[in-house]
Every structure is written in C-alpha cells, then in structure tokens.
C-alpha cells in the first residue's frame, strides 16, 4: 500500500498498470516520420555545406569570423525563404521542414558560435568574447530582418505604370 502523498498514489491507476504498453505502439504511429527524414536528409546537406565553407576558410586564432558569416548569411536566408514560402509562394508541404529547418538549420551553427565564444573569454579575451556575441546577435537578427524585406520587396506584385499619352503637340 502506498503512503499518503506518495507519487504512487499521485498518479492515475491508467499508469500504474501495464496498460501503457499496448498503448505505445499507436503514438509510434502518429510521429511524422516523413517530415523527419526530409529535416534530417536537409540537415545533412546544411551541414555539408556548412563544413566545405569552413575547410576553404579555416580560421586561425580569435575571432571564428567564418562561423560568424555563415550565420549572419543562414539567418538571412531563412527570412528570405520563410517570406517566401509564407507569403508569396505556398509550395508543398515538406518544402519548409526540408529547407528551412533543415538545410538551413544544419547550415546555421549556433552552438559552434557559443564554444567560439567560451574559448575566446577563457583564453583571456572577454572584450573579444562579448564582441563576438553581440555581433554575431544583432547580425543575425539584421540579416533576418533584411531577408523579409528583401522576399517582400522582389515578391510583390509590381505595377506597371501606363504609356503616357503624348499631345498632338508632342506628336508633331
């Protein structure tokens, strides 16, 4: 028997019985495995992508300035492709996960961007450090910024100004 106040008896009887585990397999079912594997199979090109950038642009000591670029331009490309796809073209469905989240977001490196920051600050360089992180923050926010404006901008229908008429004055 269970103290009072116990988590045993906390919880409901539907848990504490084996039942649950007939009732696995059905949320199995339910997990988009589809637009996982178009996020991972994207994540792997972004990544890709992401380490041939650094192999031709490997960075010495200090400041990772090719990390730092390659954020600032995978957050523009996100906004610019977000833009796109939400307010201009509607493509299918796994386009977004697939590019976005995954090419993308295996291209864009943010936890390489906080061990560059911890080596800088523990090398003796915390100027540099916080440097890095503000530049890296307000870059990305900007470059995103800038991406919307950009897919907004080239996206929208652009009138076509009429032919000015001339006068029979013009004319002669």
């Known amino acids: 028997m269970a103290k009072a106040g116990s988590r045993q008896e906390a919880r409901p009887e539907q848990v504490r019985s084996a039942d649950w ?5 059905f949320a199995f079912r339910e997990i988009p495995w589809l637009t996982l594997g178009v996020i991972s199979a994207g994540g792997v090109l972004g990544a890709l992508a992401r380490e041939g950038l650094w192999a031709a642009f490997r960075h010495g000591t200090g400041v990772d300035w090719t990390t730092l670029c390659i954020n600032i331009a995978g957050c523009a490309l996100i906004g610019v492709l977000m833009t ?3 307010e201009v073209w ?4 796994l386009t977004a996960p697939f590019l976005g989240v995954g090419v993308l977001g295996g291209f864009t490196t943010f936890s390489t961007y906080i061990v560059g920051i911890q080596k800088l600050v523990s090398s003796g360089t915390p100027q540099s450090g916080l440097g890095y992180l503000a530049a890296t923050l307000a870059g990305a926010v900007l470059a995103t ?3 919307v404006r950009l897919a907004r901008y080239l996206g929208r229908p652009h009138r ?4 000015r008429r001339l006068s029979r004055k013009e004319l002669t």
């Open 90 to 93: 509607h493509a299918h469905r």
């Open 160 to 163: 076509r100004r009429p032919a």
């Open 21 to 25: 585990r007939s009732e696995r397999p």
């Open 145 to 147: 910024y800038a991406g």
């Open 84 to 86: 796109i796809l939400t």
